[in-house]
């Protein structure tokens, strides 16, 4: 047991919330570089202040979720009209509290009468979260806030002057995993890691116990993920995550624990050497290969974390040029405002008028934005181009859809529906979305380098391009053709 607590990977309400989402402007960028800007918690909520409860040790462990200035920036597009984020780190009376009242950090903490300031997402903070002294506590991820052994709220129950699974409150459970999925949550670590008050014997897919658990499992549920969980008796902590525990019958444990997130098909380990192993097989790229790949990145033209993608993806364009069908389409609807809407259309009808000249027009809208500049600069036709925005806009309702705010998502976004076809087919969500050859692809980062051998594995016959080395390094979020060097965590605008 590490002293930093123990890991849920759950994200509750943040797909609710759409808290994916960005902002266009490039000070948001630098608010999501900018460190150093929490305090130490003194007081608690007082019922005046949005606050942001994160763990430290959280942070300091390196997970993505606990790093404040990444949620300032997340939250700057909510909190309009001078309303402040706090952001606050959780000491030991806060973590006993939090831990009582919501079981998990980072918590957001909204006065009822800030409520109101979220809009149409309101209702679902309020039916989500847990309402104590006139405040909202809205649970964003699965850190177990405190530092002390949580297997048995950090008692020696058995008086042997330690802490740990001797201990009577520590619980079974069975983990079902497999060693050959590579997603964070998978790994027995974390899954040993993950509940608090369960002492967890993690087995895997590919072992008889595993497949025979599995098999089982299918029989009672029609299809499983993994990974999933298995126990027999409740810890009081486990209610905390009551909306997930289902009751088995006919099996030898009697609760299970299927996280949403949890999407591992372990049927797709068959596919490495038949495609034909599995319906799965289907969703992979390896059993989708082609002589000349089709790649099509989903964005918003101004959200920062699409346009570090599109900075990400332009040098493998340029090295590999026609060899590949590359076009960049745009999520269904719009974050933010009339200027994504506009710049949206434009690209589109650069791509469709003018195609040789878009990979040089985004590349100079990437440096500043800079619209009109890019279009004088690539020597846009304006006329042909103008004339294609306004059938775009009648044949894709963009105008009506926009002045029709009953129709935004959310009530907050309106719809954008040139690419609405493409958006439904591949279940897109946010921005950005790569898909290559018809399937959904999570390159390992947004580097060229990591980009190059997405697009690769999509060839029957690699080409020679394919050998070459481009950087390792992902440009920075927004605008600005810049590398810092730091991790760029894969976040995006929307709900991916």
């Known amino acids: 047991m590490n002293k930093f607590g123990k890991i849920v990977w759950i994200t509750l309400l943040s797909a609710t919330l759409v808290l994916a989402g960005c902002n266009s402007q490039q000070k948001e960028t630098k608010t999501a570089q900018n460190t150093n800007q929490t305090t130490e918690t003194k007081k608690n909520n007082t019922n005046d202040k949005i606050v942001l409860y994160i763990d430290k040790n959280c942070e300091q462990a390196g997970i993505q979720q606990c790093n404040p200035n990444i949620w300032k920036a997340q939250f700057a597009q909510i909190l309009w009209s001078g309303n402040k984020l706090d952001i606050e780190y959780i000491n030991e009376a806060t973590a006993k509290k939090l831990r009582d009242i919501v079981g998990v950090s980072p918590v957001l903490v909204i006065p009822a009468n800030k409520l109101s300031i979220f809009g149409p997402q309101a209702q679902a903070i309020k039916a989500s979260a847990k309402e104590v002294d006139g405040s909202y506590y809205v649970p964003l991820f699965g850190w177990i806030p405190g530092e002390e052994n949580l297997c048995n709220d950090g008692k020696d129950n058995n008086n042997d002057g330690k802490i740990d699974a001797q201990d009577p409150t520590c619980y079974e459970m069975l983990a079902l995993t497999s060693k050959k999925c590579t997603k964070p949550y998978c790994s027995e670590q974390a899954l040993k890691n993950m509940f608090m008050g369960y002492a967890v014997n993690v087995i ?10 599995y098999d089982k499992l299918v029989k009672i549920n029609g299809s499983q993920y993994l990974p999933t969980f298995l126990f027999n008796k409740k810890h009081k902590y486990i209610d905390q995550m009551k909306q997930f525990i289902k009751e088995l019958t006919g099996c030898k444990y009697k609760y299970q624990i299927n996280i949403p997130q949890f999407n591992y098909d372990p049927s797709i ?10 319906p799965a097989c289907k969703k ?8 000349k790949p089709t790649v099509e990145l989903f964005v918003m033209s101004h959200c920062p974390f699409g346009t570090q993608a599109e900075k990400g993806i332009i040098p493998v364009i340029n ?44 590349t100079c809208f990437l440096e500043k934005g800079d619209t009109q500049g890019c279009e004088k600069k690539v020597g846009l036709d304006m006329n042909k181009i103008n004339e294609c925005i306004k059938n775009a806009d009648k044949e894709f309702n963009i105008t009506k859809n926009y002045n029709d705010k009953a129709s935004w998502a959310g009530g907050r976004f309106p719809k954008y529906e040139v690419n609405e076809a493409g958006n439904k087919k591949y279940g897109v969500q946010g921005s950005p979305t790569l898909v290559i050859n018809g399937v959904v692809v999570q390159p390992k980062d947004r580097s060229p380098q990591a980009y190059l051998e997405a697009i690769c594995s999509a060839f029957k016959n690699p080409p020679e391009e394919c050998k070459k080395w481009l950087s390792t390094k992902s440009y920075d979020p927004g605008f600005g053709w810049t590398q810092s060097g730091k991790p760029a965590p894969a976040w995006s605008c929307g709900g991916n």
Not at 284 to 291: A, E, G, I, W, Y
């Open 319 to 362: 090295l590999l040029k026609d060899k590949i069908n590359f076009s960049v389409k745009f999520v269904d609807y719009a974050m933010h405002g009339k200027k994504e809407i506009d710049e949206n259309t434009l690209q589109y009808c650069i791509q469709k008028e003018e195609p040789q000249k878009y990979i040089p027009y985004l």
């Open 269 to 278: 380990e068959a596919c490495a050497t038949n495609c034909n192993a599995s």
């Open 204 to 213: 895997d897919y590919s072992s008889t116990t595993g497949k025979q658990i």
């Open 284 to 291: 992979l790229l390896t059993c989708n290969k082609s002589d």
